[in-house]
């Protein structure tokens, strides 16, 4: 079935909370852009194309991306997906925001033309429902243990505390934070490597003292050696994010153990094919994965749900949630309850687009 239509909309979701920020950075609004593919009998796919610096991608050069891909998507069999990725890493190296949108689209477009949800791609379905993990961002220690206190009263039982890399600030707001939720609340610690190796050892085995369940990113993702003597010395299960850019970058990662576990990203990896691979070799590895943060519309979060829900691996809290802090999402069709999302039904990702994105 031949695509015959492709295009992108740019889109803006303002936060609810404008002051929101991590070690990267700040930005009262989260971007990307929403990718449309229709086939000639009709059938439509879509795609999120986050517009994520940190990760590579401004709104500008993703634009620019997704319009230089065009032509080697319009007129192709949309059947033809492996064929079509394939080109589009020859015509271009890098540019895995846009093309996560192209290969998402594309089996959104395979699933709704065979009329079946969209897990039924990757070998079905393993589980109904996942539990949120909800990402507290930096702010004082006692702000933070009052966003915690709402997060919980609202269901959730996993955290994620963004810290800042300053040890003794960062302990205590670990600290705060379970002081206001008590024992049954998972916590896990995210530094989006703002650690020097040696504070990452000190700070992980002080807040260990708090029952924490993983820490993300400790150290800079060039520091292959940093992360990996991390990995050996403290108590907490470590995990790798902006280290796991690739799936090259992944199978150094797991091959030389350098990290328990791996934060996997549909957006950071190009798509839900590189995704399932960097699962493969996490499995073969014995290294822990499950989905990371998903910030952008619920049709990202749509599209994680259901690879979550059908691998094998996934075993903790995924950051599919993110979606409850945007506003303005072009998408409708699932919500957050009781802390975990449940798999949609229907064809397709079970989202629906409510007209033009902003």
Same mark, same amino acid.
């Given at each position: 079935?031949?695509?015959r239509?492709?295009?992108?909309?740019?889109?803006? *979701?303002?936060?609810?909370?404008?002051?929101?920020?991590?070690?990267? +950075?700040?930005?009262?609004?989260?971007?990307?852009?929403?990718?449309?593919?229709? =086939?000639?009998?009709?059938?439509?796919?879509?795609?999120?194309?986050?517009?994520?610096?940190?990760?590579?991608? &401004?709104?500008?050069?993703?634009? /620019?991306?997704? $319009?230089?891909?065009?032509?080697?998507?319009?007129?192709?069999?949309? !059947?033809?997906?492996?064929?079509?990725?394939? /080109?589009?890493?020859?015509?271009?190296? +890098?540019?895995?925001?846009?093309?996560?949108?192209?290969?998402?689209?594309?089996? %959104?477009?395979?699933?709704?033309?065979?009329?079946?949800?969209?897990?039924?791609?990757?070998?079905?379905?393993?589980?109904?429902?996942?539990? &949120?993990?909800?990402?507290?961002?930096?702010?004082?220690?006692?702000?933070?243990?009052?966003?915690?206190?709402?997060?919980? =009263?609202?269901?959730?039982?996993y955290?994620?505390?963004?810290?800042?890399?300053?040890? !003794?600030?960062?302990?205590a707001?670990?600290?705060?934070?379970?002081?206001?939720?008590? !024992?049954?609340?998972?916590?896990?610690?995210?530094?989006?490597?703002?650690?020097?190796?040696?504070?990452?050892?000190? $700070?992980?085995?002080? *807040?260990a003292?708090?029952?924490?369940?993983? #820490?993300?990113?400790?150290?800079?993702?060039? !520091?292959?050696?940093?992360? /990996?003597? @991390?990995?050996?010395?403290?108590?907490?299960?470590?995990? $790798?994010?902006?280290?796991?850019?690739?799936?090259?970058?992944?199978?150094?990662? #797991?091959?030389?153990?350098?990290?328990?576990?791996?934060?996997?990203?549909?957006?950071?990896? +190009? +798509?839900?094919?590189?995704?399932?691979?960097?699962?493969?070799?996490?499995?073969?590895?014995? #290294?822990?994965?499950?989905?990371g943060?998903? @910030?952008?519309?619920?049709?990202l979060?749509?599209? $994680?749900?259901?690879?979550?829900?059908?691998?094998?691996? #996934?075993?903790?809290?995924?950051?599919?949630?993110?979606?409850?802090?945007?506003? =303005? =999402?072009?998408?409708?069709?699932?919500? &957050?309850?009781?802390? %975990?999302?449940?798999?949609?039904q229907?064809?397709?990702?079970?989202?629906?687009?409510?007209?033009?994105?902003?």
């Open positions: 079935m031949l695509i239509e492709y295009a992108s909309h740019p889109n803006v *979701m303002r936060k609810e909370d404008p002051t929101w920020k991590f070690a990267l +950075g700040a930005s009262p609004v989260t971007e990307g852009s929403i990718l449309r593919i229709v =086939d000639e009998a009709g059938n439509e796919g879509f795609g999120y194309a986050s517009a994520t610096p940190h990760m590579g991608a &401004i709104p500008a050069t993703l634009e /620019a991306e997704l $319009a230089y891909f065009k032509p080697h998507v319009l007129g192709r069999d949309g !059947d033809h997906i492996e064929a079509i990725g394939a /080109a589009l890493d020859r015509a271009m190296r +890098g540019a895995p925001q846009a093309k996560a949108a192209i290969d998402c689209a594309l089996h %959104e477009l395979l699933a709704k033309r065979l009329g079946v949800p969209l897990c039924q791609l990757f070998g079905g379905k393993m589980r109904d429902s996942l539990p &949120i993990l909800r990402i507290l961002a930096i702010k004082t220690p006692d702000e933070m243990a009052s966003q915690a206190r709402k997060l919980v =009263d609202q269901g959730y039982r955290l994620k505390i963004k810290v800042h890399g300053e040890v !003794d600030l960062d302990v707001r670990v600290r705060a934070i379970r002081k206001m939720v008590g !024992d049954d609340v998972h916590l896990t610690i995210d530094a989006n490597q703002s650690y020097t190796t040696k504070n990452a050892i000190i $700070a992980i085995s002080r *807040m003292d708090y029952n924490i369940d993983l #820490v993300e990113q400790p150290v800079p993702a060039d !520091d292959f050696e940093g992360l /990996a003597l @991390v990995t050996r010395t403290v108590p907490v299960k470590v995990e $790798a994010d902006e280290a796991a850019g690739s799936l090259s970058e992944i199978y150094q990662l #797991v091959t030389k153990r350098a990290v328990d576990a791996v934060s996997l990203k549909i957006p950071k990896l +190009g +798509g839900l094919r590189n995704t399932i691979a960097a699962a493969r070799l996490c499995e073969q590895a014995g #290294v822990a994965y499950r989905m943060a998903a @910030v952008g519309s619920r049709l979060s749509a599209h $994680a749900l259901h690879l979550a829900c059908a691998l094998p691996g #996934v075993n903790y809290a995924c950051e599919l949630g993110e979606f409850a802090r945007l506003l =303005d =999402d072009p998408f409708s069709g699932i919500e &957050i309850e009781n802390g %975990e999302l449940r798999l949609t229907g064809a397709g990702s079970g989202v629906t687009w409510n007209g033009r994105p902003a």
